[in-house]
């Protein structure tokens, strides 16, 4: 066990003040303003920034784009990032997932060139999982794809592919098969986004963040776009989704996260530390200030221990409990502060620039993201106790309704 | 408190109070659609739609006769808040009315002309939610479109009046929010003072927090209504979600505190009518329970309707957003709740 | 609308005033004693006294051994009893459900000797329903009776049968044709539990409750024990099951509790009054009292909320809130008063003579008794929200696990 | 609070902890069976349980080596609390422990003999709650098997020593509480004072807590497991009921609670043992969160078994019986939550 501050190498620190220092450089006020605006997790000038030092996916080697960091470096990058703002940074999460599977089952020939514009920063990948009608069931895919001779033809919908509008490839899974079993007809292929036949539309959520429906309409790609052999796209798949959904057995000396969760608990700290920057200016209706309010410091306490529930709850169950804690006690903290935590950014008297309402709004969110809670209480049930499955119709894999 | 009262527990509802409820009910269905809802924002008012809910008679049923109004009691004026409710309607009913109601109470002459012009609708009249202190400014709930707002200063209670509201400041739950700078406002009319203006002031809070649980019963009935009929039509691994255990279960749990916060509202309506002295942490539970209630049910409903249920087109959106500020607007849950307390405590003494 | 309080007339004045003098005089603290020390729910002298007035059924007429009260006067007697001890008089409410269809269903010849019997005091009945391995579906009884002649023959056993050992009567669900679906091949038999075959095992709860394993071994009983007819105990068993599961419009000016949890609210309520009291003398780490203290006021205040609720939530909903919110504010006043919250009856320093003490042990069975609060949630799932039945192998009808 | 501090989050145990965790799992498992916890009750201390454990050196481990002890840390403490709490051993573990750490901590020459006591298990010492105020009793953990009681008195840390314990009073959890009348005890030794004292006291109570919440997780993962094995056998409607989303989403969510409050509990004694002076609110963080953990696990544990877990016969009523009194004994909840919300006040300051 070991919870302690890492110990850095001289050369570690000087990287780590340079990283700060170069973030807080591209990080400008208008890279805030637009994510608001757009809600796309993603800004090409900030992805490029960072490509151009190979530090957007910096655990990569060199020559692949990356720029070799230790799991140290690596672990300040991801920190410093999130100083500076996670919601920017989504679709460098998203894309690593299909990289990977690029570049496993790929031909490096066609690979290489594509994984080297996704780390350069001048292109990101979203997952074409789910589809309108699938609900949580994504190995029941109806988005057909048909082979003739080299090249693919594509028809269908998906429905929460995050990122596409930004991205220039979707990592599709498409049915190939229709007369197999349903785990065993699907086929992987990487479409690149500005083909003939594709169309986008935005689906807006009600915490900011835009989601698409994508149309494929005889959408034409070369087979050599295919990821991994035909119908073989459950293995495929699993590459990144074990990887999403993973137990998290730590491998990296306490480098990463505990919980799954633990980005959606930044949010809800974020709202505790405003909520406490208020309490240590604001009176109460006797005009006693409320940090020493009994229902502040209360509220706060209980929030804490939330919170600290919330990161140290290991994989997918820390998943479900950091959004249970954070929906809990975003409306908790908003109760707590009154009217002027229904006052949003950029309004006058909003707390922490409109951090409260927010946390509020986003929280709603995470209840969805990757997978609904209740498809995650169906895996833990499953796989952490060991109960028998529901005999439903059509069951045999829950996993991922919504993918970011 | 006594576990074994002799009283009624009759809930059901005078013939006149059922017409009232399918009158309003029809009249928010026909008139106020989603659409329309959706239109008024972010500001939350449609001056169309209050123009109609004052040919309806909504600004005087609630007056006294004394005042031109039809003297409808707390019951009625209820039952008209859950199909407001319902309806998520764009319109300042609640405020309106308790507001119009207590200056009706003071009987003030200097009062008339404003009183007319609360009961046509012209003059649209709204509460403070705590007492003026110099320097402070307020968010004052409908304070973007009311031009009179009665505030307690002091020992008096006050009615401030501006000829241009405030400005609108956005907010969550869509609603005409405005900051007040009281302090700013030079016309002052003191319609009442010390026990006078303390009974009248508390009155118009408690039948805001009355009003406002009704409103909020009805807001969660649609949510849970729009949720119910998603889950009757919604397959996963072959069979509709509905059948789930882990979809059905949560819906019943918002059924069952709907049904609850029903009886409770209305039922500190009652006793404001004709037992107000009894009872007087009623409708603070009522706030306290149908804001638990909305929270908690637009929350789950939302999500049961998975990444739908998040999106800004689905109507639920806008029943999730508002449920927590309406219940804000009327009152601290946790303030309340020490007061409820008190109550229990004083009981056993 | 009307939450009034009852005006009385001159008369029922005076009889509320009779029976209050008269139940104070027989409700001993023996009969406390003994009630904690059995948890049988009975008192065989407190039900004679009752019964020899009319006062046990007193809204039966007087010639089937009630004193033919009115509504009002009904209400006057349930509200004293509950004021004197709720508990005790647990085996007059779950008589009353066989009684109904004694009366209704039974030759006259046999059921009024045996009604009166139970009028008087001198007899009562239990509910022979649930079965070992049952679950919560009575319907799938298995206890066989086999006709031959006039007699049946009962074999098998009962679970959770509540008052069995001091009952005179079970009010049994028996398997007569098993051939036939679940539903059509039941019969109900009114078993004298004095007859030879039958034993009677105690089951004790952790609230201090005795329930009963019965078990039936060629028990022999006339056919005139019969209740409706042979393979109609579907039928017969609705009159009372609806009773208990009723919605509960209120058929009586509003002289009944709207809802069916009231009486488990009722122990919250003594809960809180108790605490109450304790407040108004203790004093915290810093002298202060303790009915000053925030925390207190809050607590009480957040219960009190919740009593409201358990008590204003109509029907088998109001079953559900009670329970839920019992256990939930047991635990939470048992936090509130810390360690001497856990301190029971009859020993030093307990808060109400053990009333929170008492309370958190109770507020487990509330979940169970009469069903599950899961059954009940799939009863409102599907007769208030109108939601379709799971295809479920088994399922016809979700009922009642556990009967009083 | 800092959201993003480069600590590392490594909860890998050391091969030593394992073997700790392994020895103690097999010992109760072995040693106390649920027929013994039931034969101790109510009093819920054995005589020959504890021989054992002492035999086991459970009282010498995690005492310093200049006391004879093997100077374990808090972290293989709290992983044999783990296994202490899943067999809800009837031995005053944790109270003789931190209390016995408190007295080495002092170093005080008067308490050579009752270390040494301590140490062999002969003397049984427990840590009074809360501070002595003159005329009040006070309910003492382990007060009924205890000769020796540690308690503040005003600026001083004080050891009250009786020839009989006081007589037990009955409890819910079937925990050796007893009213102890301090005023009535003459012999009593000052161990440290003022801000030693303090210090020594403040890190007893910080180590109770951090083992009971130990000691919560593992009562809650034993209960969990009794009513996982039920509903993979028992059924309803044709099938088992751990195939239904009412009976399997529950039971997940205590599996969850159990797994983040584990985590939370062995942070916090790593924290107790390498960086005391840093996170100083994590013991209660631990307690609080393992004691609705538990409070909550239990509860739905049993009531998942349907009546059955109703019954007294059924083990799992033993662990309901205990989850609440074991996490009252080591703190009030309520209390605690204020000094936790001080830390993230204090932290943006």
């Not at chain 1, 996704?118 to 699938?134: F, I, K, Q, T, W």
């Not at chain 1, 986004?193 to 959520?205: F, N, W």
């Not at chain 1, 008297?349 to 709603?364: K, L, P, T, V, W």
């Amino acid at each position: 066990m070991d919870f302690g501050l890492v110990e850095l190498s001289a050369e570690d620190r000087a990287l780590q003040s340079e990283i700060r220092a170069f973030l807080a450089e591209i990080f400008t006020p208008d890279v805030f303003q637009h994510e608001h605006e757009t809600g796309s997790g993603f800004n090409p000038k900030v992805y490029e920034a960072l490509g151009a030092r190979g530090w957007l996916y910096p655990e990569l080697p060199v020559e692949q784009g990356g720029a070799g960091f230790t799991p140290v470096q690596k672990r300040i990058m991801e920190l410093e990032l999130i100083r500076q703002d996670a919601r920017v940074m989504m679709m460098q999460g998203t894309s690593s997932l299909p990289m990977a599977a690029v570049r496993k089952y790929m031909d490096p020939a066609v690979a290489d060139p594509i994984l080297k514009e996704c780390a350069a920063g001048r292109a990101v990948m979203c997952l074409g999982y789910s589809e309108p009608d699938g609900g949580s069931d994504i190995a029941n895919a109806k988005v057909r794809a048909v082979q003739d001779g080299d090249m693919w033809t594509i028809n269908g919908s998906k429905m929460w592919t995050t990122g596409a509008h930004i991205s220039t490839y979707t990592f599709l899974i498409t049915r190939t098969d229709p007369e197999a079993p349903k785990h065993k007809g699907i086929t992987m292929i990487l479409v690149p986004l500005k083909s003939e036949g594709v169309t986008i539309q935005a689906i807006r959520t009600f915490s900011g963040e835009r989601t698409n429906i994508v149309y494929y309409e005889d959408v034409q790609v070369h087979d050599s776009m295919r990821v991994g052999g035909v119908n073989n796209g459950w293995t495929v798949l699993h590459g990144p989704l074990d990887e999403e959904h993973s137990i998290g057995l730590d491998m990296n000396g306490g480098l990463t996260d505990v919980s799954v969760g633990t980005g959606m608990c930044r949010v809800l700290g974020a709202s505790m530390n405003e909520v406490a920057s208020w309490a240590h200016k604001a009176t109460g209706s006797k005009g006693q200030l409320l940090a020493d309010d009994i229902r502040v410091r209360e509220s706060l306490g209980a929030a804490m221990v939330d919170y600290e529930a919330g990161i140290s709850t290991p994989g997918p169950m820390g998943r479900v409990k950091a959004s249970d804690v954070l929906v809990k006690n975003a409306a908790a903290l908003q109760d707590l502060v009154g009217t002027v935590g229904l006052l949003p950014m950029n309004t006058e008297g909003s707390i922490g620039n409109g951090d409260i309402e927010y946390a509020h709004r986003f929280a709603q969110g995470t209840a969805t993201y990757g997978g609904t809670v209740e498809v995650f209480r169906t895996i833990i049930a499953q796989h952490v106790l060991g109960l028998p499955k529901a005999q439903l119709p059509g069951a045999k894999v829950f996993l991922a309704g919504k993918k970011k | 408190m006594d576990l074994v009262e002799l009283r009624r527990n009759d809930y059901t509802l005078e013939e006149v109070s059922q017409e009232v409820l399918v009158a309003f009910g029809d009249f928010f269905s026909d008139q106020c659609p989603t659409s329309l809802v959706r239109a008024s924002q972010p500001l939350g008012f449609d001056q169309g739609l209050w123009d109609r809910l004052v040919e309806m008679g909504t600004t005087t049923m609630g007056l006294p006769e004394s005042a031109g109004g039809d003297g409808a009691g707390m019951v009625e004026l209820a039952l008209v808040a859950e199909e407001f409710g319902r309806a998520i309607a764009p319109a300042p009913y609640i405020e309106h009315i308790v507001t119009s109601r207590a200056l009706a109470a003071a009987d003030n002459p200097a009062l008339v002309e404003i009183l007319a012009g609360a009961a046509d609708g012209s003059r649209i009249v709204a509460l403070a939610s705590a007492p003026i202190t110099p320097g402070a400014k307020q968010l004052v709930p409908a304070g973007a479109i009311a031009k009179d707002v009665l505030a307690f200063v002091g020992e008096d209670l006050v009615l401030f009046s501006v000829d241009t509201p405030f400005p609108h400041v956005a907010n969550q739950g869509s609603t005409p929010l405005a900051w007040w700078d009281f302090d700013s406002v030079s016309q002052r009319t003191v319609i009442a003072t010390g026990d006078e203006a303390l009974r009248i002031y508390t009155r118009a809070h408690d039948e805001r927090m009355v009003l406002t649980a009704a409103a909020l019963v009805g807001m969660t009935e649609y949510a849970l209504g729009l949720t119910v009929e998603f889950t009757k039509t919604r397959e996963t691994m072959g069979v509709l979600i509905a059948t789930l255990q882990g979809v059905a279960f949560p819906l019943t749990d918002i059924a069952t505190n709907i049904a609850g916060a029903r009886n409770i509202a209305r039922k500190a309506a009652w006793y404001l009518d004709f037992s107000p002295d009894e009872r007087p942490e009623l409708p603070a539970i009522a706030l306290v329970y149908a804001s638990q209630t909305a929270t908690h049910g637009t929350q789950q409903a939302a999500h049961l309707q998975g990444g739908l249920g998040f999106t800004v087109e689905n109507d639920i959106s806008m029943y999730f957003l508002r449920a927590k500020g309406w219940g804000s607007i009327a009152g601290d849950p946790n303030a309340l709740l020490a007061t409820i307390g008190d109550q229990v405590l004083a009981s056993v003494k």
